[in-house]
C-alpha cells in the first residue's frame, strides 16, 4: 500500500526535498533527519493550534448541553451514549475514526458533532491532487 501525504512548500524546504533537486545535500533528510519527523502526521489539531479549543469554546452554545471532548480512548467506548461530541482527531488515525463517526451517527442521531481533523492525509486513500 502506498501512502500519500501533502507536505507544503515551506515543510519541503525546512526537511531539505526542495533543496536536493538543486543538488543541495546539506539541509534536512541529506543530514540523515527521518522525513517522518517534518510531517506531524501524529498531533491532533489542538496540538497543532493551541488556540482552536477556546475559539470553539466561544461560539458552542451552551444551551445545546455540554461538549463532550473526546480523547482517544473514547472514541471506541463513548460512542453509545447520546450527546455532543467534540472529536480532536490527529491524521494519522483520521480514516479510521471516520468510520467509527459513522457509526455514532447511525445509532444516535439526535447527537450532535465537530470532527477536527486536518487533511494532510486524504480519508480514502487516493492523492488529492
Known sequence: MIHMYHISGTRMIECGVDGISLGDKSEGISQGFDLLSFLPIHKSPFERSPG???W?????DAEYGPLHEMKPED????TSKAGNFLWNVPPAAGAEVVELLCGHKHRRPDSM?????QNCVPLNGASSY
Not at 470553539?56 to 458552542?60: A, P
Not at 472514541?75 to 463513548?78: I, K, L, N, P, S
Open 75 to 78: 472514541w471506541f467506548t463513548e
Open 56 to 60: 470553539i469554546q466561544t461560539w458552542w
Open 52 to 54: 482552536l479549543r477556546r
Open 113 to 117: 458533532h465537530i470532527f477536527l481533523y
